[in-house]
């Protein structure tokens, strides 16, 4: 199984900046299109000791609601992520990635580290000198998506704007909530290019960048870890 490469800046989101990005229609170069919805549940797995946040990993099961012709359909997805590197607000991460049967959900949320899944070998692999069989449900995070592409006037790839409405709950039934803005590269968008659209955005609106990624942050507020 092949990873990618994933390139993506995130930064600080409320209510008034998200209406203010989303009233962008063209910016430096880039036109905006449509907005459109997904509703995600992230389920992370970790080990009792959180050894996958400590390698900077995680390991996931999304349920994810995309549109489809006027409609919303579910597919389920298993991935595995490591940052590779951290720069400002700009993370660059391995990722690994696999369509998931919905049937398998149980076995996932009760044995993910012990299932021959791609992503879930990947993550045994990387704690496999303190992974002692043991694995569960770490954290759950349900999130409203706003999705935005942006396309340079050359055609050439695609920045993506996710604004994200998070709530992040942990194994003791305690709950946070936030919001960010995750800004990717897509379909092949110049390194150069993209950097420069999130340079110019954040100067544009004073962006704040975010600390850490999703599990890890969740994990602070939730679990206090």
């Known amino acids: 199984m092949g990873g990618n490469k994933e390139i993506e800046s995130r930064f600080k989101l409320d209510t008034d900046l998200e209406a203010r990005l989303l009233k962008l229609t063209v910016f430096e170069g880039f036109v905006a299109g449509p907005v459109y919805r997904i509703d995600l549940i992230d389920t992370y797995v970790d080990t009792p000791q959180r050894d996958l946040r400590k390698k900077g ?12 012709d006027d409609k919303y359909v579910q597919k389920f997805t298993v991935g595995f992520k490591i940052c590779t590197s951290y720069e400002g607000a700009t993370a660059t991460i391995d990722e690994y990635e696999e369509p998931f049967q919905q049937e398998l959900a149980t076995a996932f949320y009760s044995n993910a580290l012990g299932m021959d899944v791609g992503p879930c070998q990947r993550a045994r692999q990387l704690i496999e000198d303190v992974y002692d069989g043991r694995g569960n449900i770490s954290l759950l995070v349900s999130n409203r998506r706003l999705v935005r592409h942006f396309i340079p006037y050359t055609g050439e790839g695609i920045v993506e704007l996710a ?63």
Do not use: C, W
């Open 57 to 68: 990993a995680l390991l996931r099961l999304r349920d994810e609601r995309v549109p489809k």
């Open 163 to 225: 604004f994200d409405a998070l709530v992040y709950n942990g194994r003791e039934g305690k709950q946070f909530s936030e919001m960010e803005l995750e800004i990717e590269a897509k379909r092949g968008i110049h390194v150069v290019t993209f950097a420069r659209f999130v340079m110019e955005l954040q100067k544009a609106f004073s962006l704040e960048p975010s600390t850490g990624n999703k599990y890890e942050r969740g994990l602070l507020h939730v679990d206090g870890q």
